[in-house]
């Protein structure tokens, strides 16, 4: 349940599809302006009065309750990718003019919250890759990698503000003020 003490990161991690929704309600949640640390009642003082809040609070924990019925109750000892990801990278392939290339997701020390993800295409495996593949795409990511992304869903996203790669990982417990590194 998301309450007022709930930090806009925590919601973001676990329920980024809620933006619009926190946008809606006049709440900035996109770009290095997004009070990701700061508890929910408290980004939402500046943008609404307590009766919108009231509302915002109960729709957003209503959309959350049914994303939680709607995820698997058992996270996997790997990461997941989502149909929408595997299309897009597809998608981007084509447009590039390449095939049978891995989709390389791997996780890096930086950013100021301690790591970040990187996710590129490349045409070749590692020894140590742990390798998933879904729908005719091989996803590759090193052994550190694929430890910290255990249990993580990847994503593709887009919505009316913004749109690219997303991961829900259970393992990430803050992010950055601007949402692009998590530790």
């Known amino acids: ?3 007022a003490e709930t930090t806009i990161g925590e919601i973001m991690l676990k329920y980024p599809q809620l933006a ?7 709440m900035k949640m ?8 700061e508890q929910l009642k408290t980004a939402a003082a500046s943008a609404m009065n307590e009766k919108d809040f009231g509302k915002m609070l109960s729709e957003i924990n ?4 049914k994303i939680d019925s709607e995820r698997p109750k058992e996270r996997p000892g790997k990461f997941e990718v989502t149909d929408a990801a595997v299309e897009k990278v597809k998608e981007m392939m084509k447009k590039q003019g390449i095939s049978g290339f891995n989709l390389r997701i791997e996780v890096k020390p930086g950013g100021c919250a301690g790591y970040s993800y990187d996710f590129s295409l490349d045409d070749e495996k590692k020894n140590d890759d742990i390798v998933l593949e879904k ?5 590759v990511s090193d052994a550190a990698s694929a430890e910290a992304l255990k249990g993580a869903i990847i994503d593709y996203v887009e919505t009316l503000n913004r749109s690219g790669f997303k991961v829900d990982n259970p393992n990430a417990h803050a992010v950055c003020s601007c949402g692009s590194s998590f530790g």
């Open 20 to 26: 619009d929704t926190m946008a809606k309600y006049g």
């Open 30 to 37: 996109t770009g290095c302006g997004t009070p990701y640390q």
């Open 62 to 65: 209503t959309a959350a309750a």
């Open 135 to 139: 729908d005719g795409l091989r996803v």
């Open 1 to 3: 349940m998301i309450t």
